[in-house]
């Protein structure tokens, strides 16, 4: 059994920053991606950033320059460094791991919500 487990969201101001992390145990073989989706009230659920094996990561146009995606390896790790928030980035956030074989893994979301 895979489980995930985040951390890190919270109540923020505009312009402040909140750090997430996940962390993958159980039966996980060959990750392939790790990263973040969100899903805000009344719209679908979106990327946010991902990563793969060799570090090469992909953002949503509407958080580049103010998000970064990291991981490490070794211990099954990805986390979210958000800064310069916005009201926009009010949501509920999801840790997603990809395994080679094209199994996707989820957490249970943490709720990120941003103050005007």
């Known amino acids: 059994q895979v489980q995930l487990v985040e951390s890190g969201g919270g109540l923020v101001q505009a312009g402040g920053s909140l750090r997430l992390s996940c962390a993958a145990s159980g039966r996980i073989f060959s990750i392939y991606t790790m990263g973040w989706y969100r899903q805000a009230p009344g719209k679908q659920r979106e990327l946010v950033a991902t990563i793969g094996n060799g570090g090469s990561t992909r953002y949503a146009d509407s958080v580049k320059g103010r998000f970064t995606v990291s991981r490490d390896n070794a211990k099954n790790t990805v986390s979210l460094q958000m800064k310069s928030l916005k009201p926009e980035d009010t949501a509920v956030y999801y840790c997603?791991?990809?395994?080679?074989?094209?199994?996707?893994?989820w957490g249970q979301g943490t709720q990120v919500t941003v103050s005007s």
């Open positions: 997603n791991v990809l395994s080679a074989y094209g199994t996707a893994y």
